[in-house]
């Protein structure tokens, strides 16, 4: 009894900090998120609203140019950060679900015998939750033979990968308003400024 009770404990205490591990990024993805997606929108609010003397954005060509492609490149490090978060944030719930599902066989022992030690049994079958509606079904012996979750580790191709980030809502969400703002500045900040054409004439010239 003391002995499940212990590694009952240990697991648990392992899945409820994955969970906390989860929950935390999740707060920071979706603050970053916020941020990012407010100064864009100040940005595109500020382009487009009505101004008393209106300013020439046409002397500016080169100016917005540049900084359309830095907005691009900006979006292209936040894409790639938030497929960095993609992987991570599943590897949270697989460490979370693992250990969790462990507990759980072991609570149910608990809950049959106060007094033998728990053992796997082969013919048992539990699920486990590898993220994103990506589930495993293994057997408890299969289970408690593994001593770590099956997380994916990107240098090294370690792992199961994780379902591709276009499938994955909690992923698309994050990125559609920045994605959607930032191309909607650069197309306004270039229709204002003629970038296409004065561009166009510059190549023109050059030949």
Do not use: C
Request: no cysteine; hydrophobic share 45%; proline share 4%.
């Amino acid at each position: 009894m003391n002995a499940n009770k212990t590694n009952f404990d240990s697991m648990l205490k392992i899945a409820d900090l994955a969970e906390q591990w989860h929950h935390n990024r999740r707060q920071l993805e979706f603050r970053i998120m916020i941020a990012y997606t407010t100064l864009l929108a100040l940005a595109l609010y500020q382009v487009i609203k009505p101004r008393t003397s209106p300013m020439n954005f046409e002397a500016y060509w080169d100016i917005i140019l540049m900084g359309g492609l830095g907005l691009s490149v900006v979006l292209v490090i936040y894409w790639r950060w938030q497929y960095i978060f993609h992987i991570a944030s599943n590897n949270d719930v697989r460490r979370r679900d693992f250990y969790l599902k462990k507990a759980e066989r072991i609570l149910h022992h608990m809950s049959k015998s106060h007094d033998s030690d728990f053992v796997p049994h082969p013919n048992r079958m539990v699920t486990i939750n590898l993220a994103a509606e990506m589930s495993e079904e293994i057997s408890e012996v299969e289970l408690f033979n593994q001593t770590e979750p099956d997380i994916y580790i990107r240098s090294k191709n370690k792992g199961t990968s994780p379902p591709e980030w276009y499938k994955n809502e909690h992923i698309l969400i994050p990125l559609a308003f920045p994605t959607i703002l930032t191309f909607s500045l650069i197309v306004v900040l270039f229709v204002k400024a003629n970038v296409i054409e004065h561009s166009i004439t510059i190549l023109r010239s050059l030949q």
